[in-house]
């Protein structure tokens, strides 16, 4: 962390600002520059506030050096962590394809798409049982019913299941019936969640927020790993912006400058990212050419009957062709 | 709600779309123009998924005419809502301001704000006992301590206390304790959270989303009115744009906006929505020329040792300059 | 400028940077901290790529401690611009209005609203006679004949005249004939046109592009100073968010903000900022609150007859009233 | 184009607004649905102002039904168009990378570059002469003397020359010299360029604004072809977000969007669209398998001492194994 100091600064309140944060335990250096006066910290900077030290007459900025989290980043934890799920693994080389419907709807609506998706190669089946939805007329899902059914197309097909979790109070739920755990995009600085899901010591799935910086994704990451679980997954979901031709802008980008500094698998949801169906292939094919260990794909037998996202779901046929594709995409960028 | 269809749909599969959705309960009329053919909709057409509609092979878009929120819009609720707790209130001509440090740390910080707040004209007391942070290593408030200062502070003061929930454990303790309940722009689409605080009963300040469009915000509203209270406070706390000189963008549009839309209070939250102590004044002044039924403001008495946010809070001193300013642009635009 | 050193950097390869920098006339600091190695440099440091320094292999980071802009900041000419023209002024405590048509459209129109505005104290006439339109379809104004009715309209009333250029070839044209020369917000970073409008040594009027920075308005009006104008107005006019229920999101933010960092004038333009009259007044109020030299504002004696934005214009009695509660406000907040 | 009704609107009222929408040559078809009155009107719709409409005290919105662009869509020109110089084609399932450094920086250089990309398989080679810089104190390119360095590249190695114009005053210059006339992200919407290049009957490559839809990207491309050149490339190069960890946000839906709404083709530029080297391969790998006819690609042979963009630029040697792995991706996706 780097304090610049204003002009006019007197070398009397300068004195005091440094004394003031070496009691804090810090090492403080003075730099005087041509034109610049200011101060370096070292030591444990994660416990001084940059924003009150703003705060202070004599300071004009504060500077950043390094980044925030340690448990997330690759500074201290060289080493791809991989996410695994019996046979599935996601990370370090491993990649996976997570797919199903947005939500459970019935027994067999997800039975088929389950045996569906893993004939085609799918290793995780996704499926909202609680359902986040921004108005309160909308379907919101099956709820415990619905995790009943994931289990027994998991019983039937052998895939690993993936759901979102909404609420603390379904944490229990969660931790007897699904194998990764999902937190959606409206809860990635839902903190309070995040603290107890990662207690639970299972994998998670954790989506980037709509207007969440990838610093603070890590951040989020960090209060899973801090809370027990090193198994998170991280995903790009699109973000917001000014364009309005697509749901969501999806910031491919994203795989890359995570997988550069933090240890963990990132994976890409073309769904949600573009919210057309016409979108997805080109987009799923876009992100693993862009390194992702992974993907989750919404997959729907009747599309245009879905109670959620029907727009942006792909029917099992399209998603049987773009399997092979993405195989070859693979393979092409080794 | 409109569905334009595409050029070369057959006759014969828009009889059946038309077939469809008049099964639904719907009215459906046929518009043949000069070069588009389109299906309009009336009835009960909030049980349509525009989503699932846009899927349909012959769909080419489907355009929404009316609002999707009831409660919380003013087409059938034209009368202003008053936000009332004792003598305190807002909306309807009424407006207060809410201050207070960003977080509880002590009961001499906290009666020295309250008394100093109350002199200058503060009709409510902030402060925060739950405080969300994005990193886990930051300082996360009090917790029920926190509440019991406040509380203190009230019965010294006679200030109704504004106090921030982050999660569902704590409903009891907030329904008990707190006199407006406030849901935070991270938390604006918790749903869960949402439908349990509606049931409380109890007034609420919802804050805008980071990346929150106004109709998501009067959606979550529609939550918490459809849940039971319809005392229910709208925040306009600045959203996230590519500007970095500021924390935030503080849209003050939103205000007029909202007051159109929405029968329910507005107020803003220059402290947050600008991150600078030296820009809430201003942004303060601005929001109440903007037509603010209210204000949020970070106050402090020593901000340069504030646990959390003392960059962005003011003193005492300069609060209660600003009081004076507040009264006479509020004069000015009458 | 400070470059952030990686950790496995070799002492050689520091020392061969070190060296390279000095040879540029630079002086370097080593600043060795408990675990960041930086340089810092002071000097001419504007004359060194922070891009080509981040694609060294040693180097982690480039932060950048001071603000780019020399001649537009405030920092080394500490006093207020007054922009002047006639008895007009704007800057340095000096208030001024600018209103008029989005585009001038004919004698009678041009004239009819000049006189309306003159009468409610608007001191400027703007009209617009080259259109910058997203279309090639739609209404590209008057051009020269524009002009021609606008300096009319100037004889007849007396007030000074701003209109937009949007080429280098009418350059002469507007030297001549118009007070006031606006570079619109599509124009911003048109460097070619920068630096010929700044040797016309003549007010200029520069709009903040839809996604700039604040810093890089300050650049493009150092290009404009560079060039040989220090009177340059700047203009906030809404910048593009995610937002939808208004054309633009006006950040009044900027206005503080701009005045802190620059010497020169800041004024807004809420007719563009909202596109939408309603909110014409609203926002101009809460601009005048914020803190702002002037507004810009849209009038039209027929809104919903213009050739364009009409839907953003007011009435001339609309505007008229808005005056009185502009100048009620900026009593209030003195 | 539908007008919808406001509620408490008078019979006399619509009945005028329909009478002078005929009027103006219009077909107008009143629709009254369950809750909503609306008009639909047919024939010359563009003629039409949207913004005039929605001024009226009777109507509450405008919704567009069609795309206001023509002549880009593929609405009325389905074949996809074909951009050729020699034998250099992109579109149509042409597939075409341009390479080469920021700028033109002196004749060893561009060389050395143009023969390296034209081994490695590039079919086009790019260079700066006049530079777009936010400082007036930045490099800003050899100007005509860049374009003659480039000239003689071209004429060493037979690649066709991509160079950037910013001023209506190069116009002779490029249209005898340079075979691809590139209009910058930050001239998208500079109107009068766009009329004058368009006017040259030259290919084009049009980059998207920082913060210009899609619908805004083709409506600029429109400007081109009602000038006269049908040649234009359309290139998507990062938009401007929240995100800071990247310089844009390159948004790759665009590439299937753009090919979806128009015949022309379509690249994309991950330098720009990153601003980090490193992430330059991945995203130009992702942006082929997303579907895009070409590539534009920073190339420097010395990037820690390019005087612009060196962060962003790879060396030939990197570029070299990217177009391996681009062909590959190319096959997969087959």
Same mark, same amino acid.
């Given at each position: 962390m780097i304090i610049v100091i204003k002009p006019d600064a007197s070398e009397q309140a300068i004195e005091q600002l440094k004394r003031n944060i070496e009691n804090q335990g810090l090492?403080?250096? #003075?730099?005087?520059?041509?034109?610049?006066?200011?101060? &370096? =910290?070292?030591g444990e900077v994660a416990s001084v506030s940059p924003d009150?030290?703003?705060?202070? #007459?004599?300071?004009e900025s504060v500077l950043m050096v390094r980044e925030p989290y340690k448990l997330a980043g690759r500074r201290f934890h060289p080493r791809d962590t991989i996410v695994a799920v019996g046979q599935a693994q996601i990370g370090g080389g491993h990649f996976s394809v997570i797919a199903g419907p947005c939500s459970v709807e019935g027994e067999d609506q997800i039975l088929s798409i389950a045996r569906d998706i893993a004939k085609s190669g799918a290793e995780f089946l996704r499926g909202g049982a609680f359902k986040p939805r921004s108005s309160p007329y909308a379907f919101h899902g099956l709820g415990l019913d619905g995790l009943e059914l994931l289990k027994a197309a998991r019983q039937k097909t052998g895939l690993p299941i993936v759901s979102e979790i909404l609420s603390t109070d379904h944490l229990d739920a969660f931790a007897q019936d699904v194998d990764v755990i999902q937190i959606g995009a409206r809860n990635m600085q839902n903190f309070s969640l995040l603290v107890e899901v990662g207690k639970l010591k299972k994998p998670v799935l954790l989506k980037r &927020?709509?207007?969440?910086?990838?610093?603070?994704? =890590?951040?989020?990451?960090?209060? =899973?790993?801090? &809370? &027990?679980?090193?198994?998170?997954? =991280?995903?790009?979901?699109?973000i917001r912006t000014f364009e309005t031709a697509t749901r969501n802008t999806l910031d491919l980008s994203a795989i890359p400058v995570l997988k550069q500094k933090s240890h963990l698998p990132v994976i890409a949801d073309p769904s949600h990212g573009t919210g057309h169906w016409q979108l997805v292939a080109p987009l799923a094919l876009a992100a693993v050419a862009a390194g992702a260990d992974g993907l989750i794909i919404e997959v729907h037998n009747m599309p245009q009957k879905a109670l959620c996202d029907g727009q942006q779901s792909i029917t099992p046929e399209v998603f049987h062709n773009l399997m092979k594709k993405i195989n070859r995409v693979r393979e092409a960028i080794k």
């Open positions: 090492i403080v250096q #003075d730099i005087k520059g041509g034109n610049a006066r200011m101060l &370096g =910290l070292a009150s030290l703003s705060r202070m #007459d004599i300071v &927020g709509l207007s969440s910086s990838l610093e603070e994704l =890590l951040m989020s990451a960090e209060y =899973l790993i801090k &809370g &027990g679980t090193e198994q998170v997954i =991280l995903c790009e979901r699109g």
